[in-house]
């Protein structure tokens, strides 16, 4: 059986350069989006409000992150899982800084991703969300 591994992750954009966010672990080579494992019992906002301020020092309301609903992928890490993920828009335009766990930060142009290794439910199904709304596609 697969194993399903419940998230809370933010598509973070800024408006203004159009570029979306993705950070990478010191744990992993892979950049992915910021946010993390729902605890049991919590609420998935509850969940990413926590990863947010843990990882780029960002604190969000219910004001500035907008539901976007469940999204599946693969597991960037593991073979044979997927992530259940709660994804959340927050529109973001001031710098952010990686905190302990987070090695990189990079802002991408979701239209045209650099070449690097990006986490299958960021590649294939948030950023090109992110290059609509931004009016990059
Ligand atoms: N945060 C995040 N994790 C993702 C994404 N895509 C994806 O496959 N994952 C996988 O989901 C799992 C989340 O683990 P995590 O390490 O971010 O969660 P966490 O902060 O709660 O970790 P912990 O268990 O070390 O406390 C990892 O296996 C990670 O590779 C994504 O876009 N964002």
Excluded: C
């Excluded at 710098?95 to 090695?103: D, G, L, N």
């Amino acid at each position: 059986m697969p194993k399903i591994i419940r998230l809370a992750t933010g598509l973070i954009v800024d408006p203004v350069t159009r570029r979306a966010l993705i950070v990478r672990k010191h744990s992993s080579p892979i950049f992915m989006q910021a946010g993390g494992k729902i605890e049991a019992g919590e609420a998935a906002f509850a969940a990413l409000q926590r990863e947010l301020t843990e990882e780029i020092g960002l604190n969000i309301t219910s004001d500035n992150a907008t539901p976007l609903g469940q999204f599946t992928a693969p597991t960037a890490n593991e073979t044979g899982h997927q992530v259940l993920a709660e994804v959340f828009y927050i529109e973001h335009s001031e710098p952010v800084t990686a905190q302990s766990e987070i090695a990189e930060i990079l802002w991408v142009d979701p239209a045209s991703l650099p070449d690097i290794a990006i986490a299958p439910l960021s590649r294939y199904q948030l950023m090109p969300i992110a290059a609509r709304r931004l009016g990059l596609k």
